[in-house]
Every structure is written in C-alpha cells, then in structure tokens.
C-alpha cells in the first residue's frame, strides 16, 4: 500500500490550480474585441481641472478648480458635437463684500455675542454646446487632436459659509445683497489630445480651455457700497482638464485572433 504525505497533497493542489490559471489566460488572450476605426462614437466624459481667472474675474477671484460632465457624439467624419457642464469653486476671493459689518480690529460680531466665524467661497458654473473637429494622427486608431468651439452662460458668485449661522446680514435671502451674483453670454474655445485606443482601455482627453464670459451683475445694488451692481463685465479663464472617457462605438466591434 502506498501512502502520499499531506504536504505533497498540497503541492499537487497549487500545481494544478497554477495549470488551471495558466490555460485560462491562454484562451482569453487568443481572441480580443478591437474597436473599428470608423463609425460614429457615443462618447461622454468625466473631467477635473483647473482655472486662472483674468480681465475683471482676477480681481474678485483668485485660481479655482473645476468638475465637468462633457457629452460628445463623433461622427464617422470625426465631426464632433458636444455638450459641456463645467462646475467651477476655489476659496479665494479678493473683493471684501463684508467690510461694512467689520469692527475695528477687522472681526464679524455675531448675534451671540461671540465673533463670527464667516468663510467666503467662490462659486460658478459653465454650461453651453459647441461643434468641433478631431483630427487623427494615426491610421491604427482614432486618437489625435481635437479643436472644439461652444458658447453658453457663464455664471459665478460668492457663497457665505457661516458656521453657526450668527450673522443676521446673511440668513434667510440677505446674502443676495453681498454674494455679486453675476452672469452672461460666454465663448469657449478648447484644444487638446484625445486619446482612443482600439481595445477599450484608456479613453482620455487633456484639455486647454479659454472662456470668455460678457456678463453682468445680477443684483440691482449691493447692500455693502449702496451703489447700484455693474452692468458690464469681460470675465476671462484659462484652464486645463483632463477628461475621462468612456466611449460606445456605433459600429460593429472586430474580433482579432492571435
């Protein structure tokens, strides 16, 4: 009678489950879906970036970041049509809207009879639709430079963030007197890299954005000057994204065997 020790047992199990795991992997690799190269293309995408403000936006607002939702439909021309939301917030902001609720040692006093604790945020948001063109630089995929206009409504403002809500200038609607609300017709331009690969697997832009806003104040007059809001404004943005895609190709996949 022959007897097999338990560690050999073991030792022929981890061999062949390592067999097992081995022939998977070689009928998996022997066959994979290859996007077409031509065909219409269903593409949203997801980005992160950020911002330099210029023209009358630098001097209320310093640098910001961004969060945008972007869907895309490329034609089988590489055509480009598109949607843009671009949520913008940073922490800077320059212009001191409070000043006049202030005392002399520059600290807010709150209704408790303790000092304010009052943080200002700036806020704003980018939504409009455009056209453009991709234009390939291999013949292996689509992946090349993409050139894209749009126009939409720029707006942004300033958001009062009172901890214990103690200030009785900015609870229940008052803020609106302070917060420079402001909105208009804006222009963007956007050039970057898009890149496409056949199987699937990395879909991704890197975006240069410039965003000229003609915009106005909404409020009729600010509570902190007592003068009326400004009518006309350039506000200008410079940015950068980088775009995750995730594309849903019109045409029938290719299946490739090696």
């Given at each position: 009678?022959?007897?097999?020790?338990?560690?050999?047992?073991?030792?022929?199990?981890?061999?062949?489950?390592?067999?097992?795991?081995?022939?998977?992997?070689?009928?998996?690799?022997?066959?994979?879906?290859?996007?077409?190269?031509?065909?219409?293309?269903?593409?949203?995408?997801?980005?992160?970036?950020?911002?330099?403000?210029?023209?009358?936006?630098?001097?209320?607002?310093?640098?910001?970041?961004?969060?945008?939702?972007?869907?895309?439909?490329?034609?089988?021309?590489?055509?480009?049509?598109?949607?843009?939301?671009?949520?913008?917030?940073?922490?800077?902001?320059?212009?001191d809207v409070l000043a006049p609720l202030r005392n002399t040692s520059g600290y807010i006093p709150g209704d408790d009879s303790q000092l304010a604790d009052v943080i200002l945020r700036q806020r704003g948001l980018y939504i409009g639709a455009g056209a453009g063109k991709l234009f390939p630089l291999r013949s292996q995929n689509r992946s090349g430079i993409k050139a894209l206009v749009s126009g939409g409504i720029l707006q942004h403002g300033i958001r009062f963030v009172d901890e214990r809500n103690s200030v009785a200038q900015l609870r229940v609607g008052r803020s609106k007197g302070y917060d420079r609300l402001t909105r208009g017709f804006a222009l963007k331009e956007t050039i970057g890299y898009k890149l496409m690969t056949r199987n699937g697997r990395m879909n991704f832009e890197l975006n240069f954005d410039f965003i000229q806003g003609f915009t106005s104040e909404v409020r009729a007059y600010n509570f902190d000057t007592g003068l009326p809001t400004i009518k006309s404004r350039v506000d200008l943005l410079f940015g950068i994204r980088l775009v995750w895609n995730l594309p849903f190709y019109l045409g029938s996949e290719e299946v490739v065997y090696y």
């Open positions: 009678m022959t007897y097999v020790s338990s560690g050999n047992k073991s030792k022929s199990f981890w061999g062949m489950l390592a067999v097992i795991f081995l022939l998977s992997g070689q009928l998996t690799a022997q066959e994979e879906p290859l996007k077409p190269v031509g065909g219409a293309v269903i593409d949203p995408g997801f980005g992160l970036g950020a911002n330099v403000p210029a023209g009358d936006l630098s001097a209320r607002y310093g640098s910001n970041l961004n969060f945008s939702v972007s869907p895309s439909l490329i034609t089988d021309k590489n055509w480009i049509l598109q949607g843009d939301f671009i949520y913008l917030f940073g922490n800077k902001v320059k212009e």
